[in-house]
Every structure is written in C-alpha cells, then in structure tokens.
C-alpha cells in the first residue's frame, strides 16, 4: 500500500497535475471501499440463501450438500470482507498523512466490522438501524454529540472544545455534516485522530433541494444528541442551533 501511494504521489507531485493529487488518492483508497461495499452486498445475499436453504433441509443429501455448499462460500466470502476491510483501513491511514484530511465516502458508509473504532456511519443506515433497536455495526451506541458550523478554522480552539467533550462522555459519537471544509472538516479530523465513531449526515439535494440542509438539520436532532457544539457559520447553523434550544439540547458556542 505505501508503494502504491508513494508512487501516485511521486508521479503527481511537481508536475501540472499536483493540483489532482487528493482527488486522485481519494480515488485510491475509494477503489478498495467499493470492492468492499459488492462483498458486502453478497454476503447479504449468501445471508439469504443460507436461510432459505435451512428452512427446506428435509435430511436429504442433496439438500445438505448445498446448504454445505452455501456456508463454505459465507465463510469465503467473510475472509474476503476482512482482508478488503483491511486494506482499505490501510489506505485511509496513508491518504490522511499524505493529504492531512479524513478520508470520507461520498456516499454510505465506512465502519469495519471488527470494531466501531474511528467508523464513518452514514446518517441514513444509522437512522434506520436506530429505529429497528439493532445494535449493530450503523447503529454505534454512545452518547450522541452533534456539530455544526461554517467556514470557520479555529483549529486549536475547536480541537480543545471537542478534547473537552470526549473527556466528559468517553464513549462520545459524533454527529455532523460532513462538509469537506472549515469547521466540519476539523471536527472530522479530529474525530478520525482520536478514534471517536463519526454519523455523517449530509444533505439530500435531490430530494430537498435548497431546503436539504435544514431536513438534514432535522434529521440529526433526530437522534437527540446529548448536546450541540456549534461555531460561526451560516443560517444552516442558526437553524439547528435554534431547534436545538426548543428540544431543550445543551447547546456549545465557539467563537460565538
């Protein structure tokens, strides 16, 4: 893996083309995200058909030489899960000290199923898990603290504020944006430094439209954080600030 960055990054690097580095080594490390998310997929599917095959077993041959057949491609197919999970933890690692930022999913999830350890949930499997009461890998328990704001770089100070928090509730979930800049980002880095669980909840545009932000507003009250930390940022963050005080959540201002 770190042969594989050094020499995107060296073949990158003072030619025309740096200006594409970080997209290229999201790109990178996206590549073993989405071999992941198909494994994923069949699983589920081998999931099912194990199912179906051990509810029609009648002590036949046949149909125990399937169901046979069917648990040893699950259990190949679990190794495989583990060796991509893998992977792709390994190239997150590079790509944040290569770029200095968390690597994200633009869409889904990032967890690893061997821990919740430093896990990027998306706002949607960790609401539809928290509604089913499945303790599972989209739905970490924890106390919930939600952030919002701009363009705002106080590095030192928001790192300080969320150090403060992480100290107060150990077992702290963030929740935020997702926004790949000011704020939200350093709170991300953070997150991802510290091995805190992320629940990313970014805006629907195609459903929403101008109004996404604010129902992603609405969505992450939802859960009913423990609190709300909030730094100067647009109307999107007075919005949640404001609803926040109405469902009574202790709310942090920086730099207010």
């Given amino acids: 893996?770190?042969?594989?960055?050094?020499?995107?990054?060296?073949?990158?690097?003072?030619?025309?083309?740096?200006?594409?580095?970080?997209?290229?080594?999201?790109?990178?490390?996206?590549?073993?995200?989405?071999?992941?998310?198909?494994?994923?997929?069949?699983?589920?599917?081998?999931?099912?058909e194990v199912r179906e095959s051990l509810a029609i077993?009648?002590?036949s041959e046949v149909a125990s030489v399937e169901l046979e057949r069917l648990q040893m491609i699950g259990l190949k197919l679990w190794d495989h899960r583990d060796a991509f999970e893998q992977m792709r933890d390994l190239a997150v690692d590079h790509?944040?000290?290569?770029?200095?930022?968390p690597w994200l999913p633009r869409t889904g999830s990032k967890v690893s199923h061997r821990g919740l350890t430093s896990a990027v949930v998306d706002?949607?499997?960790?609401?539809?898990?928290?509604?089913?009461?499945?303790?599972?890998?989209?739905?970490?328990e924890g106390t919930r603290?939600?952030?919002?704001?701009?363009?705002?770089?106080?590095?030192?100070?928001?790192?300080?504020?969320?150090?403060?928090?992480?100290?107060?509730?150990?077992?702290m979930v963030l929740l935020h944006g997702g926004t790949p800049k000011g704020a939200e980002m350093i709170a991300a880095r953070w997150a991802d430094t510290r091995g805190v669980t992320q629940v990313?909840?970014?805006?629907?545009?195609?459903?929403?439209?101008?109004?996404?932000?604010?129902?992603r507003n609405d969505k992450m009250l939802e859960t009913i954080p423990q609190g709300l930390i909030?730094?100067?940022g647009s109307g999107i963050t007075e919005n949640i600030v404001d609803k926040a005080r109405k469902l009574g959540i202790r709310i942090k201002r920086i730099g207010a």
């Fill in 123 to 140: 706002s949607r499997a960790y609401l539809s898990a928290k509604r089913r009461k499945e303790t599972e890998v989209h739905c970490p």
């Fill in 95 to 101: 790509f944040s000290a290569a770029t200095g930022s």
């Fill in 200 to 215: 990313v909840f970014k805006p629907d545009w195609k459903s929403h439209g101008k109004a996404a932000p604010f129902k």
């Fill in 230 to 232: 909030a730094t100067p």
């Fill in 1 to 48: 893996m770190a042969t594989l960055f050094d020499t995107t990054i060296g073949l990158l690097t003072g030619s025309q083309l740096e200006d594409n580095l970080e997209e290229m080594l999201w790109s990178l490390t996206s590549i073993f995200h989405r071999r992941l998310t198909h494994i994923q997929k069949l699983l589920d599917d081998n999931e099912f």
């Fill in 145 to 171: 603290i939600a952030f919002s704001g701009g363009d705002y770089h106080a590095y030192d100070l928001i790192w300080s504020v969320l150090d403060a928090t992480f100290a107060k509730y150990p077992d």
């Fill in 57 to 59: 077993q009648d002590g």
